[in-house]
């Protein structure tokens, strides 16, 4: 007679080709980092999951990734949507289909943001008159015309935040710790 196991012990069974219970290994514990991403990425997901069914409307995407820390550039984050949605292409995410690529992002410290330093070094590099600003207009050339550009929106809600409204400059030193999101000691 075969020995009963109490609960909790072995692994699952599955049935063989030849319809015998096969004992499956128990699966691997998770290590305290991916842990700490699962949590992270669930209680991220949550707040967007307004109808508790385990999905996000596909046009949140980008804000959940972004309230996680991560920084991807616009082709990256259309590379990361199309991994997480489904083949019918419904605009929803499930949760079970986006844990896995953002656990790797977070494990893998994939799309980082820059650093204070980092930051700080290339509006330097901007401000060819080495005054320690930058106006508006200069700005707005950079941020709407170069590389993935801003809408209209966004450089307006970011110069809000940015701009010294008396002198309608932006001074980079101030605004460089409102941009990042880690701060490295040099």
């Not at 290339?122 to 550009?149: H, R």
């Not at 935040?161 to 040099?186: C, F, N």
């Amino acid at each position: 007679m075969a020995e009963e196991k109490p609960e909790g012990e072995g692994g699952d069974t599955a049935v063989a080709d030849g319809g015998e219970p096969e004992e499956l290994p128990p699966p691997e514990p998770i290590g305290p980092d991916t842990l700490a991403a699962h949590l992270k990425i669930a209680a991220a997901f949550r707040v967007f999951d307004h109808e508790n069914n385990n999905t996000i409307d596909a046009r949140e995407f980008g804000t959940v990734i972004r309230s996680l820390g991560l920084c991807p550039s616009e082709a990256d984050l259309n590379t990361l949507l199309l991994e997480c949605e489904d083949e019918d292409a419904s605009g929803f995410i499930k949760y079970e289909r986006l844990e896995p690529v953002l656990t790797r992002a977070l494990i893998e410290k994939q799309f980082t943001s820059a650093t204070e330093d980092e930051l700080l070094e290339a509006f330097k590099t901007l401000d060819t008159e080495g005054v320690g600003n930058l106006t508006e207009e200069q700005l707005q050339k950079l941020m709407c015309d170069e590389g993935e550009g801003l809408n209209p929106e966004e450089f307006e809600e970011m110069i809000a935040a940015a701009k010294d409204l008396e002198k309608g400059v932006i001074y980079y030193e101030d605004y460089v710790p409102q941009l990042a999101l880690e701060t490295r000691v040099s």
